[in-house]
């Protein structure tokens, strides 16, 4: 099996998907924008050649890249990047290599459109918030008094939060009318409820091998626009009604053969027309692995091996890793540049050391999401998992 894996050096815990293909036996073809003698040992390792592109961003040369390994080792079976920043080139290269293993363009289009998701929530039968494209300025209007401020506006395609934001009243509203904006938005009504994911991994008839349930106990958008510091978790456990709901969406959406990263609201009050207070309700749907660390994350919580999962997937079409051990809440907390904080690194150590997992500095491109230095610690009690990330995150 000849696999092309793009960007396998960046995020730098991606190498994994590539070492694990390798072990399966699977040809591993690394395509990136880092040069050969700047990759890390691992990256090195974990393929059998590399291609080096001076930029990612211009298609003829990923294509020419891809061009190559087809010449050089025959029919590419495979060719993903689990990063959302690169999904649609992936598609637009499965189309003009004949490579039917994964989505093509025009499906990949609507996966990541916020507006052509509703259709697939529906067919899911997953309750979502109404919407509406901002392109008619009337008709924009017409909505804010139907369903009321305050509204939430985001990009209909994008990576991350980034230009999503809350639409407090009739002023704010008009300023985003008045912009002349550089990609197409949508406005929905705001849902009053707190954010969890749900992560799993889908074979080619659309069943899940192994599911993950994360917490987000932050305002993810404001702690953006705010800066403020970030941390979540991912529980031992996976709420059955989050498992029912994100399995209905698998299915709506026609997802097989992905790694899937589904986010929801859980209500926090009762809201006319989606739900009871506890009740979940479709965001966003992202066809990719989570961002982040956050499959490591996974890893911790579960005490498996999400890469070798989706390993198994690509080269046998099932897995038997999804099965796990002992179970824990794994949490990420990080901090910011920009605040002083209560306590240095070598308190935090000192504290923590015998239970954080993973801990570093988060690449600069990830860190309006995820914050700059991050820990990732695993517990086996709420309580203590709620106390590292408040003592991690403590200001001076």
């Not at 890390?40 to 190559?68: G, H, I, M």
């Not at 929530?121 to 509406?132: E, K, L, M, N």
């Not at 008009?174 to 992560?199: A, C, M, N, Q, W």
Request: hydrophobic content about 35%.
């Amino acid at each position: 099996m000849n696999v092309v894996f793009i960007s396998p050096q960046f995020p730098d815990t991606y190498w994994n998907w590539c070492d694990r293909l390798r072990k399966n036996g699977a040809t591993v073809l690394g395509i990136g924008d880092t040069p050969y003698d700047n990759l890390t040992n691992e990256v090195k390792a974990s393929l059998d050649e590399y291609y080096w592109v001076p930029s990612l961003e211009d298609y003829d040369q990923a294509f020419r890249a891809v061009a190559y390994f087809s010449y050089k080792y025959g029919k590419i079976d495979w060719l993903e990047s689990n990063n959302e920043y690169w999904l649609s080139q992936d598609a637009r290269l499965r189309d003009d290599f004949h490579i039917t293993t994964g989505a093509g363009s025009e499906l990949m289009s609507q996966w990541q459109s916020k507006a052509d998701m509703k259709k697939f929530y529906a067919a899911g039968g997953v309750p979502t918030a109404r919407q509406i494209k901002v392109s008619d300025p009337d008709a924009v209007r017409a909505f804010a008094r139907e369903v009321g401020y305050p509204l939430f506006a985001k990009p209909e395609k994008g990576v991350g939060s980034m230009g999503a934001h809350k639409i407090a009243d009739e002023a704010a509203l008009e300023e985003l009318l008045r912009k002349d904006l550089d990609t197409p938005y949508v406005l929905e009504e705001f849902v009053p409820g707190e954010i969890v994911s749900y992560e799993a991994i889908v074979d080619g008839e659309g069943n899940t091998l192994f599911e993950n349930h994360s917490e987000y106990p932050i305002d993810i958008a404001a702690s953006v626009e705010q800066q403020l510091d970030v941390w979540y978790y991912t529980r031992p456990d996976v709420d059955p009604k989050l498992s029912r709901l994100g399995r209905a969406a698998i299915k709506g959406f026609g997802i097989t053969n992905r790694f899937v990263h589904m986010e929801f609201f859980r209500l926090t009050e009762d809201k006319p027309g989606l739900g009871k207070k506890g009740d979940y309700v479709g965001l966003e749907v992202n066809v990719r692995a989570p961002g982040g660390y956050t499959p490591d994350l996974v890893n911790y919580a579960h005490s498996f091996d999400v890469y070798q999962i989706w390993v198994d997937m690509v080269t046998f079409g099932t897995s038997e890793q999804g099965k796990g051990g002992e179970t824990y809440y794994a949490t990420y907390a990080s901090r910011r540049d920009i605040h002083n904080y209560a306590y240095t690194h070598e308190q935090i150590m000192e504290r923590y050391g015998d239970v954080i997992c993973m801990q570093g500095r988060m690449a600069d491109v990830l860190s309006d999401d995820l914050g700059n230095d991050f820990y990732i610690a695993r517990f086996k009690d709420a309580k203590d998992r709620d106390e590292f990330a408040a003592f991690v995150e403590k200001l001076a």
